[in-house]
């Protein structure tokens, strides 16, 4: 397995849509949440940041448009989202 560091924006992004495929619907979340532990702040900010644009784009438009809702913003000014 690689290490976090070395992982690109696609593997983050590929392993996020796992999770949420096995979430119930109704789940609230952020991205942080679909991972466990701190291995989150382990990723580059880089890539952290192009999840962030993947995965917004594939709820508006994309692959969880059907799965997956933005329901606003936390206090942190992380994207909410909700799985449908």
């Known amino acids: 397995m690689q290490q976090p560091n070395n992982y690109t924006a696609t593997d983050i992004f590929e392993q996020a849509i796992s999770v949420v495929n096995s979430l119930d619907s109704g789940t609230e979340f952020i991205l942080k949440d679909l991972f466990t532990g701190v291995i989150w702040n382990e ?42």
């Open 43 to 84: 990723f580059q900010k880089s890539e952290r940041l192009s999840v962030g644009t993947l995965f917004k784009n594939a709820v508006t438009g994309g692959v969880l448009q059907n799965k997956v809702e933005n329901t606003g913003k936390s206090s942190s000014n992380s994207a909410v989202y909700k799985r449908k």
